[in-house]
């Protein structure tokens, strides 16, 4: 069965630091990857997605960015972190219907 | 660039009452998908709808897709404390990308 994990759960960072969510899916191969992003209280923004290895799309200029080194992993970074870089971050991948299955999501709070 | 908007954004029903969210889109798409966040949690896909006229049901709650009208109505019946989330539609752009609306709080009090 397919399965998808995120990493870590739960951060808090200081502004300026560096960030690093990873997120890795098992059971399926060549999957669309996204991460998507929600701020307190508010909808989902779509940050980044991928069809591939390598192969990285932005959809917000913004202070982060996104890599595909393997062709089950994504992984989501920031040299330097901003207070607005707080929230809660869900990966997900894009199933054969088209609904997007998403992982446990990493709650990230920048103080 | 499509635009997807649900109302109302704030919902409080009673057990037992039915009630109905609304979906609009403002682009072309013939697909839909609706999906259950509980507080603190991720997102749990809850129905695809793929084509116009499309119906799904599980449960206490129906939706449906009018891709003439660009509408989807998520339909609660008899509703149960159980139902208290947040509710998302998601419409698929070129791409394979969803654009989400800004979700239903539902509340369902005793």
């Known amino acids: 069965s397919q399965t998808i994990h995120q990493w870590p759960a739960t951060l808090v960072q200081p502004v300026g630091s560096p960030l690093s969510l990873e997120c890795t899916v098992e059971g399926t191969s060549n999957p669309n990857l996204y991460w998507y992003r929600q701020a307190a209280g508010r909808g989902l923004q779509l940050l980044f997605y991928s069809v591939g290895i390598g192969q990285i799309s932005s959809e917000v200029p913004q202070n982060l960015s996104a890599s595909r080194p393997q062709d089950r992993q994504f992984i989501l970074s920031s040299k330097k972190l901003l207070l607005s870089d707080s929230g809660f971050y869900l990966c997900?991948?894009?199933?054969?219907?088209?609904?997007?299955?998403f992982g446990e999501g990493s709650r990230l709070t920048v103080l | 660039e499509l635009k997807v908007e649900q109302n109302p954004l704030f919902l409080s029903m009673q057990e037992g009452k039915n009630y109905t969210i609304y979906c609009n889109y403002s682009?072309?798409?013939?697909?839909l998908y609706w999906y259950r966040q509980d507080p603190g949690k991720s997102l749990e896909s809850l129905f695809v709808l793929l084509s116009n006229g499309a119906v799904k049901q599980e449960g206490r709650l129906m939706a449906s897709l009018d891709t003439k009208a660009r509408l989807s109505t998520l339909h609660i019946t008899a509703a149960v404390h159980d139902l208290s989330a947040t509710y998302f539609c998601?419409?698929?752009?070129?791409?394979?990308?969803?654009?989400f609306g800004k979700g239903t709080l539902l509340t369902v009090n005793p």
């Open positions: 998601a419409v698929e752009k070129s791409n394979y990308k969803l654009t």
């Open positions: 682009t072309t798409s013939d697909r």
């Open positions: 997900a991948w894009r199933q054969p219907t088209g609904e997007l299955f």
